[in-house]
């Protein structure tokens, strides 16, 4: 058993193909513990996770990238984040008592969508076609047709981990006409197992041994919430003084719980004072 959350990034030094394989361990554990997911709707968020990090590895910007959906199938919600640190977080939210539906039935009339969030510049949105059974084929479906990018991507979650393996031929690459077919026959001989469980110098050296491989350092991914108790705040701000009251009034604390991280956040009557002011009376 391979226990690591790891990032590895190579190239294919005689052409212009890119590669990325991810495997997460306890950073998966950590995101599916808080919760009781049904084993489909937990493989689902496990190989989005995986996939975020991929995303988030391709792009030369600081923020997140996410994959969002809102069902109307057995999924109503799947949130899956990863920053430029490599830190991710997700929740998914539905009912799934078939292990063998497809995204698209899972998801129902809903739609997926890539969000990328720079810290500084326009958030970009690009909707994923769900034509393909899995999320690895719906992804390559989106880079093919809306990015104009060769790609394969697979990705695979057993419950305890998840990992991706991803490929992405560079526009303009010239010198190994050949290259992106050899590689990407060979990528797909990748069985899920392998990619789980085979540490990334085994897997990586298993397929590719005949090619030159450049590889970068690998880079920790590891579970990772951004909540905290001033944007926590900043929520109650938006929803207003009066209705913040009128919760108080019912109970005696505010309790907000963060779904991704499940941390508790309490506020009471003094929070809202200093928050609000003191309550209007009436
Ligand atoms: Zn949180």
Redesign the pocket.
């Known amino acids: 058993m391979n226990d690591s959350d790891t990032l590895q990034r190579f190239l294919f030094d005689s052409g212009d193909v890119r590669g990325e394989l991810v495997q997460l361990d306890s950073a998966l554990q950590e995101a599916l513990d808080k919760h009781d997911y049904p084993p489909a709707l937990a493989a689902l968020l496990g190989e989005s996770l995986a996939a975020t990090v991929l995303l988030s590895a391709t792009l030369k910007m600081n923020g997140r990238v996410a994959l969002q959906a809102r069902g109307t199938g057995s999924v109503s919600l799947l949130v899956a984040e990863c920053n430029d640190q490599r830190g991710v977080?997700g929740i998914i939210h539905g009912s799934a008592d078939n292990d063998q539906q497809q995204l698209g039935e899972l998801l129902g009339q809903g739609q997926l969508t890539i969000i990328l969030e720079p810290e500084n510049g326009q958030r970009y949105q690009g909707i994923v076609p769900l034509e393909s059974p899995n999320l690895s084929g719906c992804l390559q479906d989106y880079f093919t047709r809306s990015e104009q990018l060769s790609t394969f991507i697979l990705l695979a979650c057993n419950g305890q981990q998840a990992a991706g393996l991803m490929l992405q031929k560079m526009p303009g690459s010239t010198r190994d006409s050949d290259l992106w077919e050899r590689v990407t026959q060979l990528a797909a001989t990748t069985s899920q197992q392998e990619l789980l469980t085979l540490a990334p110098d085994e897997l990586l050296h298993r397929l590719f041994h005949e090619e030159q491989l450049q590889r970068y350092p690998t880079q920790p991914v590891a579970f990772y919430?951004?909540?905290?108790r001033e944007r926590t705040e900043n929520a109650l701000h938006t929803m207003g003084a009066q209705e913040c009251y009128e919760m108080l009034a019912k109970e005696s604390t505010i309790a907000v719980n963060?779904?991704?991280?499940?941390?508790h956040y309490r506020f009471d009557q003094s929070d809202l004072e200093r928050l609000f002011g003191p309550p209007e009376r009436h």
Do not use: E, I, P, V
Not at 225 to 228: D, G, K, V
Not at 258 to 263: A, L, S
């Open positions: 977080r919430c951004h909540c905290s963060c779904q991704f991280c499940n941390q």
